[in-house]
C-alpha cells in the first residue's frame, strides 16, 4: 500500500492555541459583562436611539435576570414617559399601513415632532421567525435622525401585539418621542389589544377589495375613531369615495361614545402623499376634545389599570407553565384526556391544586 502524500501547503496555517483561548476568554467576558441599568438610562434620556434599541432588547428578553434588569430599568424611565401622544394604526395585510405611517411620519417630521414607530411583525406559529422588514419599507422615514423605527416579532402575545409594547411606549417616551405610533399585524384580537394602549385609535380600510361594510366586525368599527380609506388614487378614486359615504353612513348609527367623539371618515393616497394632511388635522382634533372634557386622562388611568391586570395574569401563567412538577403533571394529564381518561375540567381542577399545594410550600 503506498504512504498517504500529505501536501503542507494546502493546509491553513494553525493558529497558536494561545490565540485561541485569549479569543475564547474575551468572548466569554464579554457574554458575562454586568448589564449597566445607569448606563442605559442615562443614555436614554440623553436621546441616544443605541440606548433605546438595547433597553428595548433586554425588555423582549425572557432571560430571568435580563427580565428584573428590565423592570428597574422601566422604573427608572417611568419619571419621564406620558409626555407623549399615542397612536394606533391597524389594517389588513396590503392595506398600506407601513407607506401610510412613513407619510404620516414625515408630516410629523416635517412640523418639529419627534416620531418612534413600533411595528409589530406576525410571527409563524410554524417556525416562530418574523422578517421584520418594516425599516426596509419605511426607507425615507428610517433616514430621519428625529425617527425610530422598531420592528418587534409578535410571538404568541394576543393578537399579533408584541408582550412588551406597552414598557416599550415608555422607554420611547423618556427618550423624549412626540409621537408614538403602534402598527399592529391586523389580526385576529390585535386591534382590542392596540385600543388598550393608545390615545387614538386609526383604521385603515381599502376599496373595492371586498372588504366595504359587508366584510368588517362591528367591534372594529366601534373602537375606531376615524376610518382611512387608502390608496384613494387613479382608478380608486371614485371606490374610494363610495365608500367613504357607505362608511359615514353606517358610523351614524352607533351611539355617541363616552369620549363625545363622532368618528369619522377620510380618503388618502399614502403612496401620492395626498390627504395626510387631513388626517393629522383629525387626529388634533380629537385631541383637543378629548383633553378639555377629561376623557384622555381617564382613559389613560383605565389603560394602566388593564395593563396592571394583564401583567398579573401573564406572571401568573408564566409561573404555573415553568413550574418542574407541573411539566411534568401536566405531560401526564394531556395524556388522559387525549385517551378520554379524565374530562380537561378535571385535569385543570387537578393541576391547579397542584399549583397552590407547591406555592404554600
Known sequence: MPKEITNKTNHPSKVPSSTNHQVIDRFKRLQQKEISIDHIFNDIVSKNTTALSKGITLIESTQQEHVEKAQQLIEKCLPYANKSIRIGITGVPGVGKSTFIEALGNLLLDKGKKVAVLAVDPSSTVSYGSILGDKTRMESLVRSPMAFIRPSPSGNSLGGVAQKTRESIILCEAAGYDIIIIETV???????????????????????????LQGIKRGIIEMADAIVINKADGDNEKRAREAKNQFRKALHLYPLSE???????????????????????????????????????????????????????????????????????????????????????????????????????
Request: net charge negative; with cysteine.
Open 186 to 212: 391586523g389580526v385576529g384580537q390585535s386591534e382590542t389589544a392596540v385600543h388598550g394602549m393608545v390615545d387614538f385609535f386609526l383604521l385603515l380600510k381599502l376599496a373595492g377589495a371586498g372588504d366595504e
Open 259 to 361: 369620549n363625545k367623539w363622532s368618528p369619522d371618515v377620510l380618503t388618502c393616497s399614502a403612496l401620492e402623499n395626498k390627504g395626510i394632511n387631513k388626517v393629522w388635522d383629525l387626529i388634533q382634533d380629537y385631541l383637543s376634545l378629548t383633553i378639555e372634557n377629561g376623557f384622555f386622562e381617564k382613559n389613560r388611568m383605565h389603560q394602566n389599570k388593564f395593563w396592571l391586570l394583564q401583567t398579573i395574569e401573564e406572571q401568573l401563567k408564566t409561573s404555573f407553565y415553568n413550574h418542574e412538577n407541573i411539566k411534568e403533571a401536566l405531560t401526564s394529564k394531556i395524556d388522559d384526556v387525549i385517551h378520554h381518561k379524565i374530562t380537561p375540567f378535571a385535569a385543570a381542577r387537578y393541576l391547579l391544586k397542584l399549583s397552590e399545594h407547591k406555592n404554600e410550600k
